[in-house]
């Protein structure tokens, strides 16, 4: 598998780096690996594919309403 080696990284941004792996329980490694998938790997979305696809899901969904408090419990789930 091939090494990456980073040099001269700034202060700050060693910080924050290392922090955002804490917040992640991922050792800095990780962190700096997913944050280039996140940023390398991701295809542009084309909004009208995007839409459609929405459109289609809410389509095979009939019925299905999801409140404001629907959404405020199912975001706070698993938080406590």
Do not use: Y
Request: aromatic letters at 2%; hydrophobic letters at 35%.
């Amino acid at each position: 598998m091939p090494t990456l080696t980073l040099k001269n990284i700034p202060k700050e941004l060693h910080k924050r780096l290392k922090k955002t792996a804490e917040l992640h329980r991922r050792s800095m490694n990780c962190e700096v690996i997913s944050l280039l998938e996140q940023n390398l790997m991701n295809r542009p979305v084309d909004p009208e594919e995007f839409l459609r696809h929405a459109r289609a899901l809410r389509e095979s969904t009939p019925g299905l309403v999801a409140t404001e408090k629907d959404l405020r419990d199912a975001k706070d789930w698993g938080r406590l």
